[in-house]
């Protein structure tokens, strides 16, 4: 049994040894802000409120937490510290709030991301079955740099917490540190906080001090060894922020597999902690998942493919390296290789979009098919649409984005300008190379480029020339012009005559 209990989550500090301009608890691991894990955290533990203690860019950290998907609800509370002056003040900035807010209070600080809610569950319950006025949940750390030690009393209880700063050489030799991690008996703890002093190398008012002023008053406190202490990781240098992030894709790849995800060379990889994916999905080496990525049943996401905020239905298959972004994949799909999807693309069932495709804002219906160096912008394409390679919708006036509409059925020949806006009607054919300006009826074929002019025996007669005056090998470059300008009707020049017209036949891919 649990007393009822709030969480307190410190978050006021600058960050110093981040040197970022921007708060240390808005930078990211594992796809999510460290202050988001933390108040996650917490969430579940469904305490009867949350503390943020908020100072430096507070508005942009209250901001992060307040947007979906932090699911915090109405149980998130903000506490400002205007001056960073320590963990111990910053906890006596919110009094008024904590004091009565419940008889238990756990705290701990925004910066340890791996924090899990079950640990706490656990810790929770060992500090409500002892007697101590105070746990503190401490790790065992190969190198504990940087951390407060713990100093056990004879009776194996914590008698101090010494900062690094402040500890002797033996002191800096106990490899049990604290973890940062804390259930207090709320009224005896503030009670403890008026007395702390500011600390003599940095002036700051230290919690930690806290547990020794308590064992001044013959109060107890208990350490609480952490099972796993990678989970106690505190994040105070980027270096430790691609740490954390590495320990967090690997959690969130092996929660995956063990849900039916086959992730090969998982540890290249990175899922971001808000991707679902569905069983039986193969993900190849070097693939990013990211933000809110749902990818369904029985997909297979091809080496070094990134996909962001998108959609993928079942059976769709990502090849190698495609970028997708905010995108929608209808079952049966299949994108790629090196296919970029940029917002509000919707590709159909069982559609098609292929090698060096690009395809922005819009929608590609069922079956149809976009297979190579195309791009499709603001365009609306039917179902079962060929659309042959290297076909651009010219969307772009310079000024204004324009809509392109391709009906069902329709047949766009290779190397085909679609300039918008234009229109494309029902089974209607367009002939390779043609720059389409005007709408095209249903059923109808459109054919337009310029008729092909075939200049007989040219080579031979440009031989016969340039043996007669071998100096006119070398023309300047103007008169080259000059004469293709010349030459460029159909009238035909000195150098061949014009050859007779060719219907322009067209051939399905
Ligand atoms: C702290 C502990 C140390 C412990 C370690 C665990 C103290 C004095 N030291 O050290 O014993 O081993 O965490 O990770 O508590 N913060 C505020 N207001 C302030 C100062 C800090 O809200 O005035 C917040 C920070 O935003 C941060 C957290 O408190 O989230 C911890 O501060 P940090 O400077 O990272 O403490 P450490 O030096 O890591
Ligand atoms: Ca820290």
Redesign the pocket.
């Known amino acids: 049994m649990i007393e009822p209990f709030t969480i307190a989550i410190?978050?006021?500090?600058l960050?110093t040894r981040f040197k970022s301009k921007r708060a240390?608890?808005l930078h990211s691991a594992g796809g999510r802000r460290l202050i988001e894990h933390t108040v996650r955290t917490a969430t579940e533990l469904l305490p009867r409120k949350i503390f943020v203690?908020v100072?430096?860019q507070a508005k942009e950290i209250i901001e992060t937490l307040s947007a979906p998907p932090v699911p915090s609800g109405e149980r998130l509370f903000f506490i400002r510290?205007t001056k960073?002056?320590?963990?111990?003040?910053?906890l006596r900035c919110g009094r008024q709030e904590l004091e009565t807010a419940a008889p238990l209070l756990l705290v701990f600080?925004?910066?340890?991301p791996l924090l899990r809610a079950e640990t706490l569950r656990q810790f929770l319950e060992f500090h409500s079955q002892s007697t101590a006025a105070a746990s503190v949940m401490t790790a065992v750390m190969e190198d504990p740099t940087?951390?407060?030690r713990i100093v056990r009393a004879p009776d194996e209880s914590v008698k101090q917490?010494v900062?690094q700063k402040s500890a002797s050489p033996e002191q800096q030799a106990i490899r049990e540190?604290?973890?940062?991690i804390y259930c207090f008996e709320t009224r005896l703890l503030f009670v403890e906080l008026e007395r702390l002093v500011p600390d003599k190398i940095t002036g700051?008012y230290?919690?930690?001090d806290v547990i020794h002023l308590l064992n001044q008053r013959g109060k107890r406190v208990a350490a609480y060894p952490i099972p796993d202490p990678a989970e106690?990781m505190?994040v105070?240098t980027r270096a430790e922020l691609a740490q954390a992030d590495a320990l967090l894709r690997a959690r969130k790849a092996r929660e995956l597999m063990l849900a039916g995800v086959t992730i090969y060379q998982p540890e290249t990889v990175r899922i971001d902690a808000d991707v679902e994916v569905g069983a039986d999905t193969v993900i190849e080496p070097g693939v990013s998942l990211l933000g809110r990525t749902r990818v369904g049943e029985d997909c297979h996401i091809g080496p070094f493919a990134t996909i962001q905020d998108s959609e993928l239905a079942d059976h769709v298959t990502v090849k190698q390296s495609c970028v997708i972004a905010e995108s929608k994949i209808a079952s049966g799909a299949s994108i790629g290789p090196f296919a970029h999807l940029r917002p509000e693309a919707e590709v159909g069932e069982e559609a098609k979009i292929g090698n060096f495709v690009e395809v922005k804002k819009s929608r590609i219906g069922r079956g149809s098919k976009a297979q190579h160096l195309t791009y499709l912008g603001d365009a609306t394409v039917g179902e079962n649409v060929n659309v042959g390679a290297g076909t651009i919708t010219c969307n772009y006036d310079g000024e204004k984005k324009h809509q392109t509409v391709i009906e069902d059925n329709v047949f766009i020949g290779s190397g085909t300008e679609l300039v918008a806006p234009v229109r494309v009607g029902k089974n209607a054919y367009v002939g390779a190379g043609s720059t389409i300006t005007m709408g095209v009826p249903p059923d109808a074929l459109a054919i337009a480029r310029s008729l092909q002019t075939n200049k007989l025996r040219w080579v031979k007669e440009r031989k016969k020339k340039t043996e007669k005056q071998p100096t006119e090998a070398m023309e300047p470059v103007d008169e080259i012009f000059a004469t293709q300008q010349q030459s460029g009707g159909s009238k035909g020049t000195k150098l061949g005559k014009a050859a007779p017209r060719t219907k322009g036949k067209i051939k399905r891919r």
């Open positions: 410190l978050g006021a500090g960050g240390k608890l203690i100072g430096y510290q960073p002056m320590g963990t111990g003040h910053a600080y925004g910066d340890t940087g951390y407060g917490i900062e540190i604290n973890t940062g700051e230290y919690l930690t106690a505190g105070n």
